[in-house]
Nanobody, 118 residues
Framework: VQLQASGGGLVQAGGSLRLSCASSGRSITNFYAVGWYRQVPGEQRELVATITRASRTQYADSVKGRATISRDNARNTVYLQMNNLKHEDTAVYYC????????????WGQGTLVTVSS
């Protein structure tokens, strides 16, 4: 199983980005959930948003109202749309998939860097 995160880049404050997490080797419908985390060097990893196989979504308070997580089962991809980006959204964003068997985020993508200039 491989997760490929992409879509990061440099954006001005107030701008938007859409991050993608493509799964290969396993259908995203075979994960209990897929989540997006972010991490700033020296800080704890933060869970930003999750979407379950039933398409229930949850968001961190820090992004609520500005982020939308969605899934395209046909493309085997989960997206994170981020709008009205703020400088504090700058981080490496990782996607991760939660195993149905263990309930743990067992599979991780390589991370994509989002830099928001103020």
């Amino acid at each position: 199983v491989q997760l490929q995160a992409s879509g990061g880049g440099l954006v001005q404050a107030g701008g938007s980005l859409r991050l993608s997490c493509a799964s290969s080797g396993r259908s995203i419908t075979n994960f209990y959930a897929v989540g997006w985390y972010r991490q700033v060097p020296g800080e704890q990893r933060e869970l930003v948003a999750t979407i379950t196989r039933a398409s229930r979504t949850q968001y961190a308070d820090s992004v609520k109202g500005r982020a939308t997580i969605s899934r395209d089962n046909a493309r085997n991809t989960v997206y994170l749309q981020m709008n009205n980006l703020k400088h504090e959204d700058t981080a490496v964003y990782y996607c991760a998939a939660k195993s149905i068997m263990t309930g743990d985020y067992a599979y991780w993508g390589q991370g994509t860097l989002v830099t928001v200039s103020s």
